[in-house]
Nanobody, 117 residues
Framework: QVQLLESGGGSVQPGGSLRLSCVASGRLQSIDIMGWYRQAPGGQREMVAVISYAGNTNYHDFVRGRFIISRNSAKDTIYLQTTNLREMDTAVYYC???????????WGQGTQVTVSS
């Protein structure tokens, strides 16, 4: 099993920034991809950004150029640096992880991001 613990959510005004963190623990040899999904009230869970242990990244178009995903391998942690936040970015942000075609397999509990004036 792999455990994922997110932090860094909060409330900001439009145009603000937040940095989300996700620490992985447990059987880390069973994962080689980590990422962030989000779910807005009444909406479906959707991919935001993913990063492979090889360093490859992928972003959904609605965050490209505003969010950056990164990984600190020494700390088993990934980050999501968000900038120029919009009200449409309001959602619960979930960290996830997996290996190969089994991605995503493991999920964190989520952290709330609220963007409001």
């Amino acid at each position: 099993q792999v455990q994922l613990l997110e932090s860094g959510g909060g409330s900001v005004q439009p145009g603000g920034s937040l940095r989300l963190s996700c620490v992985a623990s447990g059987r880390l040899q069973s994962i080689d991809i980590m990422g962030w999904y989000r779910q807005a009230p009444g909406g479906q869970r959707e991919m935001v950004a993913v990063i492979s242990y090889a360093g490859n990244t992928n972003y959904h178009d609605f965050v490209r150029g505003r969010f950056i995903i990164s990984r600190n391998s020494a700390k088993d942690t990934i980050y999501l640096q968000t900038t120029n936040l919009r009200e449409m970015d309001t959602a619960v942000y979930y960290c996830n992880a997996g290996r190969g075609i089994s991605y995503p397999r493991y999920w964190g509990q989520g952290t709330q991001v609220t963007v409001s004036s």
